[in-house]
T-cell receptor, first 113, second 111 residues
Framework: NAGVTQTPKFQVLKTGQSMTLQCAQD?????MSWYRQDPGMGLRLIHY???????DQGEVPNGYNVSRSTTEDFPLRLLSAAPSQTSVYFC????????????FGQGTRLTVV | DQQVKQNSPSLSVQEGRISILNCDYTNSMFDYFLWYKKYPAEGPTFLIS?????DKNEDGRFTVFLNKSAKHLSLHIVPSQPGDSAVYFCAAYFGNEKLTFGTGTRLTIIP
């Protein structure tokens, strides 16, 4: 099983550019989430989805959009990148009913210059 | 408002000794508490969890203790091994929809 797959692994953007971080899972999990990890801040929730067609904001949603058209995919869009969005981004999925927690992708390291 | 806190950014422990990582929380509504381990350039991986109705859960070398009155949980690793060197995050669930993470503790095991 591939688990949770994130692409790309690394990306450099110029301020104002847009891009989409891709996330796909093959475990038929209903719940998917996006987190960003910054030094000294832990992982902070950006957006999450409890099923296809349903999304909600997390702790730090500003500057990011998401959609969930299928169970498998949960892309994160940056409409106009800013240096403050330089971070490592993790996508996660889980069933929501088990206690073993979420499965995470390997992360996307994004630098905005 | 940081609902889950890990006040020690780093911890060094001799190989073979016990490692104790601590975590405090403020939201008494959390249902489950989890520990994740993260190596550089990898995503976090689940380590161990505990329900809010229990006070201890053990899995091999790893034991998690929960003190609800103090809103405190800890992860004990014994004996510590070099492969345990990583960043450890505690996290909490409320309503099974989203995880709230602490800021992480970098554990270094000294051979």
């Amino acid at each position: 099983n591939a688990g949770v797959t994130q692409t790309p692994k690394f990306q450099v953007l110029k301020t104002g550019q847009s891009m989409t971080l891709q996330c796909a899972q093959d475990m038929n999990h209903e719940y998917m989430s996006w987190y960003r990890q910054d030094p000294g801040m832990g992982l902070r929730l950006i957006h999450y989805s409890v099923g296809a067609g349903i999304t909600d904001q997390g702790e730090v949603p500003n500057g990011y959009n998401v959609s969930r058209s299928t169970t498998e995919d949960f892309p994160l869009r940056l409409l106009s990148a800013a240096p403050s969005q330089t971070s490592v981004y993790f996508c996660a999925s889980n069933t929501g009913t088990d206690i073993i927690g979420a499965f995470f992708g390997q992360g996307t390291r994004l630098t905005v210059v | 408002d940081q609902q889950v806190k890990q006040n020690s950014p780093s911890l060094s422990v001799q190989e073979g000794r016990i490692s104790i990582l601590n975590c405090d929380y403020t939201n008494s509504m959390f249902d489950y508490f989890l520990w994740y381990k993260k190596y550089p350039a990898e995503g976090p991986t689940f380590l161990i969890s505990i329900s809010s109705i229990k006070d201890k859960n053990e899995d091999g070398r790893f034991t998690v203790f929960l003190n609800k009155s103090a809103k405190h949980l800890s992860l004990h690793i014994v004996p510590s091994q070099p492969g345990d060197s990583a960043v450890y995050f505690c996290a909490a669930y409320f309503g099974n929809e989203k995880l709230t993470f602490g800021t992480g503790t970098r554990l270094t095991i000294i051979p």
